[in-house]
């Protein structure tokens, strides 16, 4: 099951925020996240806040659950009644499973959004969605209902992958899916991977990529596996049913993913992502990355504005019943400091093809993107016109190269 959430401290009953985070929001962009916590089974390698109908034990069914994700909507315009008027910029209903709530009911959310604070007349606006959940049919009604953008889960396109991973689609489901969407009007239709699965040989990947190409998917997602404790796939390797994933394969499906989309026309903009024009970038990951605020609707969201994070409870029965009773699903809370704020500006910006300002670092920090640039882990040339970029190098070593760059 996932791992517990931060302590932080009490979240009001009401939900209310500082006077001086309201004032400050807004001026990276706002965004809404919707967490649906459904699953019709749990993947061997996955350790989010989902349920299946056997974990959920009998708790609020997902075709009432919109109905606390509203009250939580109502109660969240309520709390930013006093923030300056700013639009949604981006909504992302991710999970969980999206795709297992009726299309009528995500058209709902969206409407409710909209009522509440208004979507940008070029609002992104993203659902994920298992290959094997959606329909061509389905797809169109999202589509009607004002859904820009879908990230399909692929994984891969190998039988024997998707059989350690536990995924139950096809291996050609995705491809199809994604052909679908774009059929249904989808003009931004992304694709994830997983590399570097035990098993996983190097053509197994290569064809994923092509896969992936042949699709017609505008954005990439590829990730190496990380295995999680307290998941199937790690009690799996502990008996010695499985070999844990080798780095040094990782990286090398990493090079090949960035040769592969570079040679096909995608440019890398954050380590893991890959898109095939600057208008293909997930903008709502980048509010994320580049300090934006959003609000996360559901149970275990978390949430930003002005500098105050929070999270709510983690199962839904309990965030339905705090609702019911008026109360803010919020399970605990943190203001963040200047120094923490910087120190997860330096770590995210620094992830992203853009990169980081020298001047956004101590006197330390600059002396060692030096000697980063001097490795090869930051590009020479923009160092020398004052930013930090990640070389491919450096975005293998990138949690080594924040470490160094945050002294």
């Given at each position: 099951?996932?791992?517990?959430?931060?302590?932080g401290?009490?979240?009001?009953?009401?939900?209310?925020?500082?006077?001086?985070?309201?004032?400050?929001?807004?001026?990276?962009g706002?965004?809404?996240?919707v967490?649906?916590?459904?699953?019709?089974?749990?993947?061997?390698?996955?350790?989010?806040?989902?349920?299946?109908?056997?974990?959920?034990?009998?708790?609020?069914?997902?075709?009432?659950?919109?109905?606390?994700?509203?009250?939580?909507?109502?109660?969240?315009?309520?709390?930013?009644?006093?923030?300056?008027?700013?639009?949604?910029?981006?909504?992302?209903?991710?999970?969980?499973?999206?795709?297992?709530?009726?299309?009528?009911?995500?058209?709902?959310?969206?409407?409710?959004?909209?009522?509440?604070?208004?979507?940008?007349?070029?609002?992104?606006?993203?659902?994920?969605?298992?290959?094997?959940?959606?329909?061509?049919?389905?797809?169109?009604?999202?589509?009607?209902?004002?859904?820009?953008?879908?990230?399909?889960?692929?994984?891969?396109?190998?039988?024997?992958?998707?059989?350690?991973?536990?995924?139950?689609?096809?291996?050609?489901?995705?491809?199809?899916?994604?052909q679908?969407?774009?059929?249904?009007?989808?003009?931004?239709?992304?694709?994830?991977?997983?590399y570097?699965?035990?098993?996983?040989?190097?053509?197994?990947?290569?064809?994923?990529?092509?896969?992936?190409?042949?699709?017609?998917?505008?954005?990439?997602?590829?990730?190496?596996?990380?295995?999680?404790?307290?998941?199937?796939?790690?009690?799996?390797?502990?008996?010695?049913e499985?070999?844990?994933?080798?780095?040094?394969?990782?990286?090398?499906?990493y090079?090949?993913?960035?040769?592969?989309?570079?040679?096909?026309g995608?440019?890398?903009?954050?380590?893991?992502?890959?898109?095939?024009?600057?208008?293909?970038?997930?903008?709502?990951?980048?509010?994320?990355?580049?300090?934006?605020?959003?609000?996360?609707?559901?149970?275990?969201?978390?949430?930003?504005?002005?500098?105050?994070?929070?999270?709510?409870?983690?199962?839904?029965?309990?965030?339905?019943?705090?609702?019911?009773?008026?109360?803010s699903?919020?399970?605990?809370?943190?203001?963040?400091?200047?120094?923490?704020?910087?120190?997860?500006?330096?770590?995210?910006?620094?992830?992203?093809?853009?990169?980081?300002?020298?001047?956004?670092?101590?006197?330390?920090?600059?002396?060692?993107?030096?000697?980063?640039?001097?490795?090869?882990?930051?590009?020479p040339?923009?160092?020398?016109?004052?930013?930090?970029?990640?070389?491919?190098?450096?975005?293998?070593?990138?949690?080594?190269?924040?470490?160094?760059?945050l002294?």
């Open positions: 099951m996932p791992g517990a959430l931060p302590a401290e009490p979240v009001p009953a009401d939900g209310a925020l500082p006077a001086s985070a309201l004032a400050a929001g807004g001026d990276h706002f965004g809404v996240y967490h649906v916590p459904f699953c019709a089974v749990r993947c061997g390698y996955c350790d989010f806040n989902t349920y299946t109908p056997t974990e959920l034990g009998g708790g609020v069914p997902a075709d009432t659950y919109l109905d606390a994700v509203l009250a939580e909507l109502d109660l969240a315009g309520r709390v930013l009644a006093d923030r300056p008027p700013r639009q949604v910029d981006t909504v992302f209903v991710g999970g969980g499973t999206p795709s297992l709530l009726p299309a009528d009911d995500l058209a709902r959310l969206l409407d409710a959004i909209d009522a509440t604070w208004g979507l940008a007349p070029d609002a992104e606006v993203t659902t994920e969605a298992n290959p094997e959940s959606v329909t061509p049919a389905s797809l169109r009604a999202l589509r009607r209902a004002g859904y820009t953008r879908i990230s399909l889960g692929m994984q891969s396109t190998a039988p024997a992958v998707l059989a350690v991973l536990d995924r139950t689609h096809a291996p050609g489901r995705a491809v199809a899916a994604a679908e969407a774009r059929a249904a009007g989808f003009d931004r239709v992304n694709l994830d991977l997983i570097g699965t035990p098993g996983e040989r190097a053509e197994d990947f290569a064809g994923s990529l092509a896969a992936v190409l042949a699709a017609g998917a505008d954005h990439v997602s590829a990730y190496a596996l990380i295995v999680e404790d307290g998941t199937r796939l790690a009690a799996r390797m502990r008996r010695g499985l070999p844990y994933p080798d780095d040094d394969v990782a990286a090398d499906r090079v090949a993913a960035d040769e592969t989309l570079g040679g096909a995608f440019a890398w903009y954050e380590v893991s992502n890959w898109a095939s024009s600057v208008d293909a970038r997930c903008r709502h990951n980048l509010l994320y990355w580049t300090g934006g605020d959003w609000w996360g609707l559901g149970p275990g969201a978390h949430s930003h504005v002005g500098g105050v994070r929070w999270w709510n409870v983690k199962h839904p029965t309990a965030y339905a019943r705090r609702l019911a009773d008026g109360q699903p919020g399970q605990g809370r943190e203001l963040l400091t200047d120094a923490e704020r910087h120190m997860e500006e330096v770590m995210l910006r620094l992830r992203l093809a853009d990169g980081l300002p020298l001047a956004r670092l101590s006197a330390a920090g600059r002396v060692a993107a030096g000697r980063a640039a001097a490795a090869g882990l930051v590009d040339a923009a160092h020398a016109a004052g930013r930090a970029v990640l070389t491919r190098q450096g975005r293998l070593l990138a949690d080594a190269v924040v470490r160094d760059l002294p």
